[in-house]
């Protein structure tokens, strides 16, 4: 029976984040919420956020856990500003959070949790559920989730944990009522989790099925928000996280380039998912090394490449460090091989789970001597794939180390990612080196036009040589001391890093290709960037917008692009490091805007920046 | 498959000029080698040198196959790499006491722990001779050299006993001066399954000369050295008067003549317990062992990974790029 004083809403969009205690299960409901709205054909992108220790005491700061979805029918271009509403499980998980939420945005509060001891874990004096701050600033409503749950399944015969578990489903069954979204996906997911334990399957079923019922019948819940379906491209989509999209484009690389991929890792966060993922799908050829440490993990992927893989090493900053002097033995060897960076907040340990992209510089100059790499970055989960193919394909054909930069936001995120067909991805042609030539083989003999050497492996007859870290010998290979030959080398290898910008694409802006203003980001602030260039060009603003995937070497056609707006706008998640890049190559008037908080940007802060550059 | 060509010790020279210091350990290491591995029959492109960085890792320029001289320690995490694309390839890792057991250590550790199928070559001339002479994580307490002007004060490593804690499943020591010692110890390694690991003492003449010569040299080696030989009786002396029984838990030198021969304890290569206590015979007081120390059979990593890889393939049929894109919850906007 429906409230009859039940009001119908149409959102655009909405912005709503699940939070809890790390035992509360709100991952696995968001990621419910995120499937229930992506089948309805919701644009969105989620951002999960938990604590870095495992099982931190419960009902503490430290052990809060949330997952936020922003979903909605025209394009969603981040995780969401500002949120619409907050479910918050304990008082922990509502100190922590509510200040994110909008003035009048509507707050569901379990009251059952408010207890005098979780209140004393959140360090609060005082219980915000009754203090005017909250209830008049916000749309509180306040829902006894536990005790609703357990009288949603006193049917069963259920330990009080077991049934407590349950109560995010309670949870999750209110919030897909207030915006308009069944429950069947999810329940078949229950299904299929729980095949081997009905009664659990059974419980939660019960209790999402006793939100949906209580949330109809409140008098509480009086508006169901409809965000309609978005119009998106024709084709069959999947959600993804950057991290999973990454592991899929360096396999599908493989695959299509017919060398086995090999990947070494070391567990350490945001990075882990990617060897995780990578390791389910040993029947594509694959091998994942779970390596003793970073070093070895980077050592063993070059040894895979000199072997004839596709050597893979991923971490994260620190990580990164310790692989940087294998890194320059790859460099010096021109063996492929793909690094990928899963950015955290630094320095050292830092904070593990909070992100930023503040590792550029680290990326291009953290060698010892001349060794430049190539360099790209991903700008979004449903971006992961494509980049991480490009990285695999240029190693492999350009013989060269290639650093793949991804973030915390883009690798746990997640969005709807279009499933490409086969046929359209690209060739991938290593050039290996000819084992029936008549003439003596030559290791450091180059391709004319990329400059990169053949690929001679372990086990072709008649290609015997040795490689190593010494200075080479130009085309022979052999050890050489000789002054000159050292500065040929040099510059050779830097040449041939250079000439891959001559496979790029044009370099394209969002927005009119010339007027007042460029924003140039790079990395995993894509999103709010394009979505606040969006917002002030439907203002009037002459604002475009360009992208860098390609940051190592720049773009051939930059400058020119560049030299067609009046002002350049740097927006970054660290102190200054692309600006100090585009500053030292081209004259620009470019002005930084730098936020170094682990968190990623708002669109609105990107269009204050914006319009206090240009009316 | 490829006819078998009869190769020579000059089909594994390569046209680089060796550039050891003229009395060099090294020399003696690098011929025996090259003398060597004609007799495997295995064509030399499936030979791969890998090493690190130091004295002895200069070897694989010196090797007309293909040669990888990496960078300071990490030969073991690179040769794994190797190993994990191509199983069989036969790898020879080159290192020495600075390389594989101060800087290198951590990887040394888990190659031996995982049994990756390759041979170690452990050059150990207790010294660091590359960076011209400061004391090695296995110089003797004392040891004077140019960082320790006032002598090192740290125990050195005994490469032997590591080996074995790393559960490393061939572990051997031969001496540069005894190409024959060295040829019998090489055939048991290439021919063994998993990690072998050869300690081979190579005197430094420049920087720590005479380091072994109390017990290596010709004169003495048969009094001062136990050359252990699977199922015989472990005898040596000059004379081969003396033997190695054990008191209690300790091992005792007895002799062969005075009736407490039948105390002798018979060598038996896959007993750990008869290792450590050989690996626990410090000169002088005991001779130094010598020769293959301890085997076991276990499962080589390269091998248990390839087979994991070929099972997941038969298990779930080979991998279509299709599938994977489409993996997982998929849904279609018309």
């Known amino acids: ?615 | 498959m490829s006819e078998l060509v009869k190769l020579t010790k000059k089909d594994f020279e390569s046209d680089q000029e060796v550039r050891w210091c003229p009395g060099c350990g090294d020399y003696s290491i690098l011929a025996t080698v090259q003398r060597f591995l004609p007799s495997l029959d295995i064509p030399k492109e499936n030979h791969v040198v890998i090493s690190g960085i130091g004295c002895s890792s200069r070897f694989p320029y010196y090797m007309n196959t293909y040669g990888f001289h990496t960078i300071h320690g990490r030969a073991p995490a690179l040769a794994t790499g190797v190993k994990l694309v191509n199983p069989d390839l036969h790898v020879w890792l080159i290192t020495g006491d600075g390389d594989a057991l101060s800087i290198g250590g951590n990887h040394f550790i888990h190659l031996l722990r995982r049994n990756v199928d390759l041979t170690v070559l452990l050059f150990n001339n207790r010294i660091y001779g590359l960076t011209k002479g400061q004391y090695s994580p296995t110089s003797e307490v004392g040891k004077k050299t140019k960082s320790t002007p006032y002598g090192s004060v740290d125990e050195p490593v005994d490469p032997v006993s590591l080996a074995l804690g790393a559960k490393a499943t061939f572990i051997a020591r031969a001496s540069a001066v005894d190409a024959k010692g060295l040829t019998a110890v090489l055939e048991q390694a290439a021919a063994h399954k998993g990690t072998s690991f050869v300690e081979i003492f190579q005197n430094c003449n420049v920087f720590n000369d005479g380091a072994f010569k109390d017990f290596d040299e010709r004169a003495v080696r048969n009094e001062r050295q136990l050359h252990v030989e699977h199922g015989k009786p472990l005898i040596f002396g000059a004379e081969l008067d003396k033997g190695i029984a054990l008191d209690g838990f300790n091992p005792k030198i007895v002799s062969t003549k005075n009736g407490s021969a039948d105390q002798i304890l018979t060598y038996d290569k896959n007993s750990k317990i008869l290792a450590q206590i050989l690996a626990s015979l410090s000169f002088p007081e005991f001779p130094v062992p010598m020769g293959v120390l301890y085997q076991e059979e276990r499962s080589a990593y390269d091998t248990a990974v390839t087979e994991q890889v070929a099972q997941a393939k038969q298990r779930q049929g080979e991998g279509k790029l299709s599938d994977l894109l489409n993996s997982g919850d998929t849904w279609t906007v018309n």
């Open chain 1, 1 to 615: 029976m429906e409230n009859t004083q039940t009001e119908r809403k149409e959102l655009v969009s909405a912005a709503i984040r699940f939070a809890g205690d790390s035992g509360d299960g709100m991952q696995v409901t968001g990621a419910r919420f995120t499937h229930e709205s992506a089948r309805l054909g919701n644009d969105l992108a989620t951002r999960p956020d938990f604590p870095a220790e495992i099982r931190a005491p419960a009902g503490t700061i430290g052990g809060v856990s949330a997952f936020q979805i922003h979903f909605g029918s025209t394009e969603v271009f981040t995780a969401g500003d500002d949120l619409d509403a907050l479910i918050a499980m304990n008082p922990a998980a509502l100190k922590a959070n509510v200040k994110d939420l909008k003035q009048n945005g509507i707050l569901i509060c379990n009251t059952d949790s408010f207890t005098e001891k979780n209140l004393i874990k959140a360090h609060l004096e005082e219980n915000p559920l009754d203090q005017d701050a909250i209830s008049t600033k916000y749309n509180l409503i306040s829902v006894p989730i536990t005790t609703l749950t357990h009288e949603a399944l006193s049917e069963l015969e259920l330990p009080k944990s077991a049934i407590e578990r349950c109560k995010n489903f309670f949870a999750l069954g209110i919030i897909c009522w207030m915006y308009g979204r069944g429950v069947k996906e999810t329940s078949e997911w229950v299904e299929r989790k729980f095949k081997s334990k009905p009664e659990i399957a059974k419980a939660n079923k019960l209790a999402l099925e006793g939100g949906m019922a209580f949330a109809e019948a409140s008098e509480a819940f009086s508006t169901v928000f409809e965000v309609p379906k978005a119009k998106l491209a024709q084709g069959t989509y999947k959600n993804i996280t950057g991290n999973q999209g990454l592991a899929h484009g360096l396999i599908a690389a493989s695959v299509k380039a017919g060398v086995p991929l090999v990947y070494a890792g070391y567990p350490i966060t945001p990075a882990s998912d990617i060897l995780h993922e990578i390791s389910r799908y040993k029947n594509f050829g694959v091998t994942t090394f779970q390596a003793e440490d970073e070093i070895a993990a980077c050592c063993a992927a070059i040894g895979a490449s000199y072997a004839g893989g596709l050597g893979v090493t991923g971490s994260s900053g620190p990580g990164i460090l310790l692989k940087q002097e294998a890194l320059a033995l790859a460099a010096v060897v021109e063996l492929p091989l793909v690094v990928v960076n899963v950015q955290r907040a630094g320095p050292s340990t830092g904070m593990p789970t909070k992100t930023e992209q503040a590792d550029l510089l680290q990326s291009l100059y953290g060698r010892n001597s001349d060794c430049p790499v190539v360099v790209l970055a991903i700008a979004s989960p449903d971006d992961s794939f494509d980049t991480s193919y490009l990285a695999a394909k240029i190693a492999l054909e350009h013989m060269v180390p290639v650093i793949l930069l991804s973030d915390g936001y883009v690798g746990n995120g997640s969005q709807p990612w279009l499933i490409p067909d086969e046929s359209s991805l690209s060739e991938i042609s290593p050039k290996f080196a000819q084992t029936d030539s008549a003439e003596a083989f030559q290791p450091y003999q180059r391709d004319e036009e990329t400059l990169a050497r053949a690929w001679s492996i372990p086990g072709m007859k008649g290609l015997e040589h040795r490689v190593g870290g010494l200075e080479k010998q130009d085309i022979t290979g052999n050890i050489s001391y000789d002054p000159d030959n050292h500065q040929r080398m040099t510059y050779l290898r830097a040449e041939k890093v250079k000439r891959v910008a001559n496979t790029y694409p044009k370099t394209e802006v969002s927005g009119a290709d010339s007027g007042e203003l460029l924003v140039v980001s790079w990395g995993g602030t894509h999103g709010a960037v394009a979505g606040a260039v969006a917002e002030e060009q439907k203002a009037g603003r002459s604002v475009s917008h360009l992208h860098l995937r390609y940051i190592n070497p720049l773009p051939n056609d930059l400058e020119q692009v560049l030299s067609r707006f009046k002002k350049i706008l740097v927006p970054e998640l660290n102190s200054g490091q692309l600006s100090l890049i585009l500053n030292a190559h081209f004259d620009l008037n470019l002005t930084a805007y730098n936020k170094v908080q682990g968190q990623p940007f708002k669109i609105s802060e990107i269009q204050q920046q914006i319009q206090n550059l240009i009316r």
